[in-house]
T-cell receptor, first 114, second 114 residues
Framework: DTGVSQDPRHKITKRGQNVTFRCDPI?????LYWYRQTLGQGPEFLTY????????KSRLLSDRFSAERPKGSFSTLEIQRTEQGDSAMYLC????????????FGQGTRLTVV | GDSVTQMEGPVTLSEEAFLTINCTYT??????LFWYVQYPGEGLQLLLK?????DKGSNKGFEATYRKETTSFHLEKGSVQVSDSAVYFC?????????????FGKGTLLTVNP
């Protein structure tokens, strides 16, 4: 098992463009989380999936953001009409439901909006 | 809402010095508490955890005790090494909810000099 995998690792985009990130969780983990981390801050919760169902979304997740997890496996996070304020590290984490609280993180996708 | 406050860095120590990074929290219910570490160029890794009052989490020489009366979870290590240089994040998971999302502190940068 290679852990949580995120792709791409880095993305530079022009303001107004759409971007999509992918997360592949650890295979037996049915919970998947997206977080955002800006410079000098801790990660902030964005959204959570239990299998394919998106069960919670933070107020940080504006209408320009959408996340999916078809078939309860990998997940995608799309940002439409990117803004400079979207520049951040986007982290994905997964956990098995039986232990509940121990989350394993990917290395993140660093987004720069120019 | 839930929140975590941790000692702001940066913290610079000499090798073999004693380390304390303070962490206090505010939460409803009975949260689980965590320390995550982020080494340069790597993703977040779980360092240790405690799930109930008076529990002590420990790993790699680091320790933290869940103190409900002071709502604290301070990280300690008796003798730090250069390889401990990293950013340390205190976090909580409010088990009163159904999804165990993590709330993080802002992180503390530790630099250990030889």
């Amino acid at each position: 098992d290679t852990g949580v995998s995120q792709d791409p690792r880095h993305k530079i985009t022009k303001r107004g463009q759409n971007v999509t990130f992918r997360c592949d969780p650890i295979s037996e983990h049915n919970r998947l989380y997206w977080y955002r981390q800006t410079l000098g801050q801790g990660p902030e919760f964005l959204t959570y999936f239990q299998n394919e169902a998106q069960l919670e979304k933070s107020r940080l997740l504006s209408d320009r953001f959408s996340a999916e997890r078809p078939k309860g496996s990998f997940s995608t996070l799309e940002i439409q009409r990117t803004e400079q304020g979207d520049s951040a590290m986007y982290l994905c984490a997964s956990s098995p439901s039986r232990t509940g609280t121990e989350a394993f993180f990917g290395q993140g996708t660093r987004l720069t909006v120019v | 809402g839930d929140s975590v406050t941790q000692m702001e860095g940066p913290v610079t120590l000499s090798e073999e010095a004693f380390l304390t990074i303070n962490c206090t929290y505010t939460a409803t219910g009975y949260p689980s508490l965590f320390w995550y570490v982020q080494y340069p160029g790597e993703g977040l890794q779980l360092l240790l955890k405690a799930t109930k009052a008076d529990d002590k989490g420990s790993n790699k020489g680091f320790e933290a005790t869940y103190r409900k009366e002071t709502t604290s979870f301070h990280l300690e290590k008796g003798s730090v090494q250069v390889s401990d240089s990293a950013v340390y994040f205190c976090a909580l998971s409010d088990q009163a909810g159904s999804n165990y999302k993590l709330t993080f502190g802002k992180g503390t940068l530790l630099t250990v000099n030889p």
